[in-house]
Antibody, heavy 119, light 110 residues
């Protein structure tokens, strides 16, 4: 079974840092581009970041550029999101998702991990 | 303010047809394919339509997508109670070099 499992969420103070992980199983992880998408409580989906299959290229939403870093370890089948200078508006459930090999569609999603930024 | 514009809500009775619109621009929908996601309450999003009108395996053919110019739409025919969910359109945006979502449409089955 193809599965993505996020972890690393929690409560962090404004200005703090957190690293999210997304463990992949049941798929050849190294073949796929991967994304992070977030959803604030009661709000819609917001794209955060994307990384190429070999990690050589990344892109970010303007709202997180310079503060968040996406990376991956293909040997460990794991995707990461390093978040720093966190703000209250970063409070959200963070989902990792796989991009289909033949289009930009996000066809496999994890269940998400909640990040709360509050003092 | 989302880059893609969707109505906040839509509704219908069981068996009816419901259509959700998604309006974008030349840098997103006008240049790239459209994707639709369904999010049931308290669950992760699920891919519903890809490349404008393609259904992944397992998605009922009651769901259909279309695209014309800088707009797209999702239709749900034969509406069922289990279709109550939030629906999001999305596309890659060449100007932003990123993925953009609509704000979502909440579908209610009356």
């Amino acid at each position: 079974e193809v599965q993505l499992v996020e972890s690393g969420g929690g409560l962090v103070q404004p200005g703090g840092s957190l690293r999210l992980s997304c463990a992949a199983s049941g798929l050849t992880f190294s073949r796929y581009r991967m994304h992070w998408v977030r959803q604030a409580p009661g709000k819609g989906l917001v794209w955060v970041s994307r990384i190429k299959s070999d990690g050589s290229s990344t892109s970010y939403a303007d709202s997180v550029k310079g503060r968040f870093t996406i990376s991956r370890d293909n040997a460990k089948n794991t995707l990461y999101l390093q978040m720093s200078s966190l703000r209250a508006e970063d409070t959200a459930a963070y989902f990792c998702a796989r991009e289909m090999a033949t289009s930009y569609a996000l066809d496999i999603w994890g269940r998400g991990t909640m990040v709360t930024v509050s003092s | 303010q989302s880059v893609l514009t969707q109505p906040p809500s839509a509704s219908g009775t069981p068996g009816q047809r419901v259509t959700i619109s998604c309006s974008g621009s030349s840098s997103n929908i006008g240049a790239n394919s459209v994707y639709w996601y369904q999010q049931l309450p308290e669950t992760a999003p699920k891919l519903l339509i890809y490349v404008n009108d393609q259904r992944p395996s397992g998605v009922p053919d009651r769901f259909s997508g279309s695209k014309s110019g800088t707009s797209a739409s999702l239709a749900i025919s034969g509406l069922q109670s289990e279709d109550e969910a939030d629906y999001y359109c999305s596309a890659w945006d060449d100007s932003l070099n990123g993925y953009v979502f609509g704000a979502g449409t909440e579908v209610t089955v009356l």
